[in-house]
């Protein structure tokens, strides 16, 4: 069992950086593919970026590549992270950290609460 939650949202402008992050406990946590996904308004949760258990490759939506990266910390925090730089209005959405992710099906098997994220323009 793995649990997870996200902080680091907020109301930033267009153009200004965040960094969300995703504190996880559980046992099997380093063992697990992480990832973030988003539900932008109206529409569907998405994927955003995925990263290989043991910190290895990394995976992102065509639409964050770029200017959004992802990292985890295995061995200190146990955390996953996302910066996202340059963001975009259209980056409004509830970013939710995801462990256990199936790539490149791009599922996941746990999911935290989810943080806000609001960009104006």
């Known amino acids: 069992q793995v649990q997870l939650v996200e902080s680091g949202g907020g109301l930033v402008q267009a153009g200004d950086s965040l960094r969300l992050s995703c504190a996880a406990s559980?046992?099997?946590?380093?063992?697990?593919?992480m990832g973030w996904f988003r539900q932008r308004p109206g529409t569907e949760r998405e994927f955003v970026a995925a990263?290989?258990?043991?910190?290895?490759?990394?995976?992102y939506a065509d639409s964050v590549k770029g200017r959004f990266t992802i990292s985890r910390d295995d061995v200190k925090n146990t955390a996953v992270y996302l910066q996202m730089n340059s963001l975009k209005p259209e980056d409004t959405a509830v970013y939710y950290c995801?462990?256990?992710?199936?790539?490149?099906?791009?599922?996941?098997?746990?999911w935290g609460q989810g943080t806000q994220v609001t960009v104006s323009s």
């Open positions: 995801a462990a256990a992710v199936t790539i490149p099906t791009m599922g996941a098997g746990y």
């Open positions: 559980g046992r099997t946590f380093r063992t697990y593919d």
């Open positions: 990263i290989r258990w043991g910190g290895g490759r990394t995976y």
